[in-house]
């Protein structure tokens, strides 16, 4: 690298770290620097001409859970004609891709049973709930016909509330953020600080976004401006409205810490536009689950033991009361790392602690809030997106769906680590207090006072997922498992880089039926 990149890069570091992942993005367009997007890897499903030259045949697999996963590597080899059978521990398939509807039902591993109420045409996405448009999960939808509607992730008139304070709406603090970074850094250019860093052209272009970006003008004061929203909004004729009043000081600002409230929508994974499925996110594995055939899906069905041997593998499983064996050629285990590692099996003891020390199932949870009225919408006109929050709620989401319908549902919290631990640990009646509670702090009594019934979520307490998610702690356990055990192969949103998302698992699950696809016409 040049001395020019090196100083460049310091540059933008520091935008980074003051003004957020926006401020950063933003700069890097303005120097013509902003990153290229990235394709999706590509994938030849199996196919059964693909025999067709070879004089061989597709094969039996069994498939040891019906998440996405699961399910999409018996639908990928079932369009060449592998015989296919997924075992499914739960009453459902989808793993925690989970919509909680009206008369859904769930007993956690605490034994709290919990039915839902929620009036028709409600839901709670309780495990995914956002897909960005550069996943691979909107072509599984457009290729299985579920039909998706935005989903809205930033909504400049949701709110940020920190602890003690008043609540602002996203676009005022945006406006102020950008705004006192713009004036510095149009003051640091005008005063020749940056004359080692940025030649006279950068210094040119700089100043020329910045007065646009933060709303400086050529002056490059903030002094505010109608970005930051109004008290009252214009009106007819003459009447122009009543801006906000303000801003607070620069130091007011940085010390609220609002800026980390919203640089996350600038990561890849979270930025606008994003979808859901309509109607739910639970519709995308009703609809591989149909594809893939409901006579191949065995529900209620766990596993007690593998099995792999030279020329085949044999899955025993207990479904109904009574021991069952399947034996295959090969065996896609598809569960999360935590839950196969409790599974019997020859597979090895590196296998074994790879699954079971190799990847950390994180906790996460989530709460929806079904009011009789849409009183964010008519009160506050916040449709859709979501208020961040310095609460242990940490985020409160509002629908994105049925806007202006009598009733919706608030995601009252969707937190994560020690948060969701301290929330899981309580009775489902006990956390829609405790949210309750917090969430009035923002919105007031009608949080409490408009509430018609709860459903809450702790998926390290959920039966035979016991985790919202697995990261790699250790690299090693990360290739082993990319790589067959015999004739056990493992796939998993925890073996991409997409982790918790069902992109990773569409992708981990493609892999899998790729190495199987190859492995049977080279043998």
């Known amino acids: 690298m040049s001395d020019s990149d090196l100083t460049r890069r310091r540059f933008l570091q520091a935008v980074g770290i003051s003004g957020g992942a926006g401020a950063l993005f933003a700069t890097m367009g303005a120097l013509e620097l902003a990153p290229a997007n990235a394709a999706t890897p590509s994938f030849q499903a199996p196919r059964q001409s693909d025999f067709h030259l070879t004089g061989r045949a597709a094969r039996k697999v069994v498939i040891l859970g ?4 699961g399910l999409t590597a018996a639908y990928e080899l079932g369009k060449a004609g592998y015989d296919c059978t997924v ?47 550069w996943m691979v999960t909107l072509d599984y939808c ?32 945006k406006a102020d953020v950008y705004g006192y970074v713009s004036e510095l850094l149009a003051k640091a250019t005008d005063q020749g600080a940056l004359d080692s860093t940025l030649t006279a052209e950068d210094k040119q272009r700089l100043l020329a976004f910045l007065e646009d970006f933060g709303d400086i003008g050529e002056g490059h004061e903030y002094t505010g401006s109608t970005r930051r929203g109004f008290s009252r909004y214009p009106g007819a004729g003459n009447d122009e ?6 801003p607070p000081s620069l130091s007011d600002v940085f010390a609220s810490n ?8 600038f990561g890849y994974d979270q930025a606008m536009m994003m979808f859901q499925p309509v109607g739910g996110m639970d519709r995308i594995a009703a609809a591989l689950t149909a594809a893939v055939g409901r006579r191949r899906v065995r529900l209620g069905a766990r596993v007690l033991g593998v099995t792999s041997r030279a020329s085949d593998v044999t899955v025993t499983f207990r479904q109904a009361g009574r021991v069952q064996a399947i034996t295959a050629d090969f065996c896609v285990a598809a569960l999360p790392p935590n839950m196969m590692a409790r599974v019997p099996h020859n597979l090895g ?42 609460l242990d709620l940490n985020q409160v989401w509002y629908p994105s769906y049925d806007f202006h319908a009598p009733r919706g549902v608030v995601v009252g919290y969707y937190n994560f680590g020690e948060q969701a631990e301290a929330y899981g640990a309580l009775t489902p009646r006990a956390r829609t207090a405790r949210a309750v509670e917090q969430g009035v702090k923002i919105h007031g009594e009608r949080y409490r006072s408009g509430l018609a019934s709860a459903f809450s979520v702790a998926w390290h307490r959920m039966p035979y997922l016991e985790g ?7 690299v090693n356990s990360y ?15 925890w073996l991409t880089n997409a982790v918790a998302w069902q992109h990773g698992a569409f992708l981990s699950a493609r892999t899998a039926v790729t190495a199987i696809h190859r492995r049977v016409l080279a043998t």
């Open 241 to 246: 409205g009543t801006p906000l009043p303000g």
């Open 349 to 390: 003891a590196n296998v074994t602690a790879a699954l079971s020390s190799g990847f950390y199932p994180g906790p996460a949870g989530k709460i929806g809030l079904e009011y009789r009225s849409r009183w964010w919408e008519d009160d506050l006109r916040i449709y859709g997106g979501i208020t961040q929050t310095d």
């Open 479 to 493: 290739e082993l498992l990319q790589q067959p055990a015999g004739r056990v192969y493992f796939a998993g949103d």
């Open 66 to 69: 019906g998440g996405i996963a």
């Open 258 to 265: 609002v800026g980390h409230y919203f640089s996350g929508e």
């Open 142 to 173: 457009r290729e299985l016909g579920v039909p998706i509607q935005p989903f809205v992730n930033a909504n400049a008139d949701a709110l940020i509330y920190n602890e003690g304070g008043a609540p602002i709406r996203l676009r005022t603090a």
């Open 468 to 474: 919202a998610w697995a990261f790699a702690q250790d």
């Open 87 to 133: 075992l499914e521990a739960r009453a459902v398939t989808g793993g925690r891709n989970l919509t909680i509807r009206g008369g859904s039902a769930e007993t956690d591993l605490d034994g709290h049973t919990q039915r839902s109420t929620f009036a028709p045409g409600n839901y709670l996405n309780a495990g995914p709930a956002r897909i960005a448009q």
